[in-house]
C-alpha cells in the first residue's frame, strides 16, 4: 500500500486511517447514544453562548494542520517510522516500511555485498590480477594468475607477443626506424652516444644485425617511453636476440629502462662476459694508471638527504688515487647508465695518495673538489637511488673504472 503524499510504501498490518473532523465527530455521537434525538430547551443567550463556543472551537483548528506525513523519520529495530499529521494537529509516528537489513538516517540498508571476482583485470608485470568484492563492499585486486609471456585485456598471452616487420634505418647502437614510421628503442641496454667511446662502433653492428632485414619485435610492460618510441625485445630470422648480443658483444652495457625487466638476468650475464672478453666498451689500452687500477671510489654516497634534486650536493662521489704518482685527469669523462648525463674533468691532477670529491651541484673546483654543475629542479639529480653505474674514462676512451651499486 502506498501514501498519497510521501509515495512511500505503508505496511498494511500497521496502518492507521487518519481520521477526519466529521468522522471523529460521527464516532463521538456513535458513542453517546443517549444523546441522540433528545431535545432541550436553551434560552436565546445560551444559544448565543453556544454559537460563539463552536466559533472559537473552529478558529483554533490551524489550517496548517493537514492529514499527512511530515517530514521527519526513525529507526526502530527494522521498522522505518515516519511522523504523521491528524487534522486537530496531534502527531504519531505510524511505520512506513519494514527493511530486511535494518535502516539507517530513515532509509532501508541496502542488501550486503556478495563475495565475488568483478568483470575487472588488470596486469603488473608478467602477473594478472582481477578486482575483488567482499562482503563489506570494498574492492581490491588479487592475484590471479602469472603470465610467461605476459598478459593482454586481463588475460595471459599464449605466447610471446612478437610482430615482424622491416627496418629502414639504423640512428645508434640502440634506436632504428621501421619501415612503417615507427621508431625502436631496444629494451634492457644504452649504447654510447654520438662521440663517446664505441659509439660507432656500435651503430655499425646494430645496422648489421638488423638494417633491411625482417626482424621480430616483442614487447615487454612499458610498450612506450616519453619520446614515443616502441620500447621491445628484437629478433632476427637467424636466431639472433640483438638486445642481448649487443651487450655481450660490448657494444652497450645493460640498463633496466621503465618495467621492462623481463630479460634482466640475462642482460646482467651478457655484461659480465663482455667484461672477461673486453669487448668494445671494456676494452682498455695498457696504460700504468689502468694496469695499476690507481682511481678507487671511497664513498658513493647516491642517495641525498631529502629531495636530491634539490639537495645536489650531498650527492657526490669520493675517489681516490692509491699510486705512488699523480695522474693527469684532465679530459677525462664520467658518466652514468643513461645517455644524457656526461661530465667531462676540467683541468686537473690527482695527486699521489690524496683524494677528491665530485659533487653533483654548483661550486668552485679546487685540489680536492670537482663540481657538476647541475642546477636545482625536476630530474636534476644524476645517480639513482634505485641502483647505476659509474664509468670512468681517460681522454683517450679508455675505461679506468667501473662501479655499480644497488639501492634501496
Not at 595471459?156 to 621501421?178: H, M, N, W
Not at 646494430?206 to 625482417?214: N, P
Not at 663482455?274 to 671494456?282: P, R, T
Not at 662521489?317 to 669523462?333: A, D, L, R
Amino acid at each position: 500500500m502506498y501514501d498519497d503524499i510521501t509515495g512511500n510504501v505503508i505496511d498494511e498490518r500497521d496502518y492507521v486511517e487518519p481520521q477526519t473532523q466529521q468522522e471523529q465527530v460521527t464516532k463521538q455521537q456513535e458513542a453517546y447514544p443517549s444523546r441522540q434525538g433528545q431535545v432541550t430547551q436553551t434560552t436565546d443567550y445560551e444559544q448565543t453562548q453556544n454559537q460563539e463556543q463552536s466559533e472559537e472551537a473552529q478558529e483554533s483548528i490551524s489550517p496548517s494542520c493537514l492529514s499527512g506525513y511530515i517530514k521527519e523519520y526513525r529507526c526502530e529495530g527494522s521498522n522505518i517510522q515516519q511522523e504523521y499529521q491528524y487534522v486537530d494537529c496531534n502527531v504519531d509516528w505510524v511505520k512506513v516500511k519494514f527493511c530486511e537489513h535494518g535502516c539507517a538516517d530513515g532509509k532501508c540498508n541496502p542488501a550486503p555485498c556478495e563475495e565475488k571476482r568483478l568483470d575487472e583485470y588488470k596486469c603488473e608485470g608478467n602477473l594478472a590480477y582481477q578486482k575483488y568484492q567482499y562482503s563489506d563492499c570494498d574492492t581490491i585486486w588479487r592475484y590471479k594468475e602469472g603470465c610467461q609471456y605476459g598478459c593482454a585485456d586481463g588475460k595471459c598471452s599464449p605466447e610471446p607477443q612478437i610482430r615482424a616487420v622491416t627496418v629502414s634505418y639504423v640512428l645508434d647502437g640502440d634506436t632504428f626506424k621501421l619501415s612503417t614510421g615507427e621508431t625502436v628503442r631496444l629494451i634492457g641496454l644504452n649504447a654510447p652516444e654520438s662521440g663517446q667511446s664505441c659509439s660507432s662502433e656500435a651503430t655499425a653492428k646494430l645496422k648489421e644485425f638488423v638494417f633491411g632485414k625482417e626482424i621480430r619485435l616483442e614487447k615487454d610492460i612499458d610498450d612506450k617511453d616519453q619520446y614515443g618510441r616502441l620500447l621491445r625485445y628484437v629478433y632476427v630470422d637467424d636466431g639472433v636476440f640483438v638486445n642481448s648480443g649487443m651487450i655481450w658483444l660490448g657494444f652497450a652495457h645493460k640498463y633496466e629502462y621503465g618495467s621492462n625487466t623481463k630479460y634482466s638476468s640475462l642482460f646482467e650475464q651478457a655484461e659480465n662476459e663482455a667484461k672477461q672478453n673486453e669487448g668494445c666498451l671494456w676494452k682498455s689500452e695498457e696504460v700504468s694508471y689502468i694496469q695499476d687500477k690507481c682511481i678507487y671510489i671511497t664513498n658513493f654516497h647516491f642517495n641525498a638527504a631529502g629531495d636530491d634534486n634539490y639537495n645536489l650536493n650531498d650527492e657526490y662521489v669520493i675517489f681516490g688515487n692509491k699510486c705512488p704518482y699523480s695522474i693527469e685527469m684532465t679530459g677525462w669523462t664520467i658518466k652514468d647508465e643513461t645517455a644524457s648525463h656526461l661530465y667531462t674533468i676540467p683541468s686537473f691532477i690527482s695527486q699521489s695518495g690524496a683524494t677528491f670529491t665530485l659533487y653533483t651541484g654548483a661550486g668552485t673546483n679546487a685540489n680536492s673538489a670537482l663540481y657538476w654543475g647541475r642546477t636545482s629542479g625536476n630530474y636534476a639529480a644524476i645517480w639513482n637511488n634505485g641502483g647505476d653505474t659509474l664509468f670512468l674514462r681517460d681522454s683517450n676512451g679508455n675505461l679506468v673504472l667501473s662501479q655499480s651499486y644497488s639501492g634501496y
